[in-house]
């Protein structure tokens, strides 16, 4: 059973950085991909980023795009989320999640991913 765990998450001034780590344990899939979500209060569950574990292709939401960047290590089965230049609109619960079977492509929908971590907070102070 896959299990995803977030760390890295907490409270930083208004253009630090931050890396959120997902490290994923018990995977059996062949084809997948990778992606972090994230979810403010009293909003819903946004694409933040994504990576194809094979074949390395990468998507990030506008919002994010310049400062955000996605990396793996594939002997830890771990992947990274590198945060620059963070805004306090950036804070939110971060998810790590695993969309399995996807092939040629990058989901951006929650529906297509499967399997969630339990979240990490990240506060970004004004």
């Known amino acids: 059973q896959v299990q995803l765990v977030e760390s890295g998450g907490g409270l930083v001034q208004a253009g630090g950085s931050l890396r959120l780590s997902c490290a994923d344990s018990?995977?059996?899939?062949?084809?997948?991909?990778m992606g972090w979500f994230r979810q403010a209060p009293g909003k819903e569950r946004e694409f933040v980023a994504a990576?194809?574990?094979?074949?390395?292709?990468?998507d990030f939401a506008d919002s994010v795009k310049g400062r955000f960047s996605i990396s793996r290590d594939n002997a830890k089965n771990t992947m990274y989320l590198q945060m620059n230049n963070l805004k306090p609109e950036d804070t939110a619960v971060y998810f790590c999640?695993?969309?399995?079977?996807?092939?040629?492509?990058?989901?951006?929908?929650?529906?297509?991913?499967?399997?969630w971590g339990q979240g990490t907070q990240v506060t970004v102070s004004s």
């Open positions: 990576l194809q574990w094979i074949g390395g292709v990468t």
């Open positions: 018990g995977r059996t899939f062949s084809q997948y991909v």
């Open positions: 999640a695993v969309a399995p079977g996807v092939v040629g492509g990058v989901p951006l929908g929650s529906r297509h991913y499967n399997y």
